[in-house]
């Protein structure tokens, strides 16, 4: 599978973030190729990967069969800007080794509008599981206006419970399994396993958004591509 390689691209998304638009729903991430330039390279224009919304167990196998079906294309490059809440954990790290896989460079951020006359990317977000899918691109850009939150693992389970009144749903916490695997991953990413601690430290109901000296300290990504 051949997608271009990034450096041609560097000059185009040295680009102004904006703040003003505002982010959409949360929703089952999906796929879309967005031209970059000013449009007056038309139908050649380079395109990058807008991946935007939940990870979810669908997500990694929909995003190989998403690059399969453009790249043959000749205009996509490796670029992916993701835009997420977050998702499930096992199916985030999956993605990432997919990301890793495909050598695609992460930008933290939103398309603007195709062709601004300056090019403009909205900030964007990496919140929680997202974070183990941004480890897995082979560049990582994480500009000033975007934000990239944790916090410890969960998920759900659901019993019935008649002197509760019915359905109950309990959180349920990693044991010690989860977090050992993640630190792991993060290293073989090349980011430092300290991040994974730091957020199993953090409570789940709230997310902790990492400074800029965060995101270096732990290896995370850089401002520019």
Known sequence: MNIHDVSMLRPILALALALSAPLA??????FRAVPVGDGRCGERC????AAEGEI????PNAFLS?????????NLHGIVLLDSPGGKVVASMELGRALRR???????????AAYSD??????????SACVYALMGGKRRVIPAQSRVGIHRMFNYSTSFDLAEGGLVQERNYDDGGMRAMLSRYSSTMGVSPELVNFAERTSS???????????ARWRLGGRKL
Not at 46 to 49: A, E, R
Not at 102 to 112: D, F
């Open 25 to 30: 729903v949360a929703q089952a991430m999906e």
């Open 46 to 49: 380079p395109q990058v990967v």
């Open 56 to 59: 979810d167990e669908s997500t």
């Open 66 to 74: 998403f690059v399969r079906g453009n790249v043959g294309g000749g």
């Open 102 to 112: 495909l050598g695609m460079a992460v930008i933290v951020a939103r398309p603007g």
């Open 118 to 127: 300056n090019g403009e990317l909205y900030s964007g977000r990496c919140y």
């Open 205 to 215: 109901d709230q997310l902790y958004m990492l400074s800029g000296a965060e995101i």
